[in-house]
């Protein structure tokens, strides 16, 4: 199929961008990586009477350390593959460095971006859960302004986001994991680089003697956003690694929540189960990880 007839615009520089956008508002969409947006467009499920390619904003592809605040920072037009292959995306940011061959594939990868994928938000996507569980803010810039709004209050609904309609996603800040902090994520699919039927993204933090100080579990596709296991999570604090700890805490998570719903692929009883075989392997992963992160 082809899109519905459209105004394209592709501004040189991030205000032409956002005064397009103030203009156009509801009516406009943005185009990044087009990996989502232009399938959704081909099937007219979304008909935008203007589109404004971001592609030319270089000054939007960035990865950079700031030391002062020991954060990493990414521009919200950078590759996935990119964040793949970043050395400094995998020293800082192990978790997302982890996940990102879990995206798709290649090819998706290599037009994907960050911003894309967060303004989606898409429940079954990798990257919101990543920045959710990496405690990120995301930085939402209009033609009059800007703001920071952490990664927790980003994701609103399915597809639905916090960012007005004259707003766009120009930046994302991961703050630098806690020693002793060891990650780990865990996805099912039916096959690789399908939409994941379930997954979780796992942070256990240690002290000296191994006993749990905070931990952080977030779950994909298992819920209409990003779901944080508050209850579960707190159930690690206090304790050492042992087997009973991290069932306790899986079915936790699993049965209390999620809020799986059934599908073609897979009923909502299956998905949690998966949440909590997915959660015990990741918790497993997580504790011996923070082990040696000293």
């Not at 032409?16 to 007219?44: C, I, T, W, Y």
Request: net charge negative.
């Amino acid at each position: 199929m082809k899109p519905a007839p459209f105004e394209y615009i592709a501004p040189d520089s991030v205000d032409g961008a956002l005064a397009s956008l103030q203009e156009h508002g509801f009516d406009a969409k943005l185009l990044a990586g087009g990996q989502s947006l232009v399938p959704v467009m081909n099937f007219r499920l979304t008909q935008p009477a203007v589109l404004i390619d971001l592609n030319p904003l270089t000054g939007l592809n960035f990865i950079r350390h700031d030391s002062a605040a020991n954060e990493l920072r990414l521009g919200a037009m950078v590759r996935q593959r990119q964040l793949e292959q970043s050395r400094l995306v995998a020293q800082v940011a192990p978790l997302m460095h982890e996940t990102m061959p879990y995206i798709a594939h290649p090819q998706i990868r290599n037009r994907g971006t960050l911003g894309g994928s967060l303004a989606h938000a898409d429940p079954a996507g990798e990257l919101p859960v990543i920045v959710v569980a990496l405690n990120g803010r995301i930085r939402l810039q209009k033609a009059s302004g800007e703001r920071w709004v952490n990664a927790t209050d980003f994701f609103t609904s399915l597809f639905e986001t916090a960012c007005a309609d004259d707003e766009m996603v120009v930046e994302v800040a991961l703050p630098a994991l806690p020693p002793r902090t060891g990650c780990a994520f865990q996805e099912m699919a039916r096959r690789h680089g399908d939409y994941a039927l379930a997954g979780v993204a796992a942070l256990v933090t240690v002290d000296a003697v191994g006993v749990c100080t905070d931990a952080r579990l977030v779950y994909l596709n298992l819920g209409e956003m990003p779901m944080v296991a508050h209850k579960a999570a707190r159930t690690l604090v206090g304790h050492v690694f042992s087997e009973g700890v991290v069932t306790e805490t899986a079915v936790t998570a699993s049965q209390e929540e999620i809020e799986p719903s059934g599908d073609i692929h897979a009923t909502a009883e299956y998905k949690r189960h998966l949440a909590k075989v997915l959660t015990e392997r990741a918790l497993r992963q997580a504790f011996a990880r923070a082990a040696v992160n000293n």
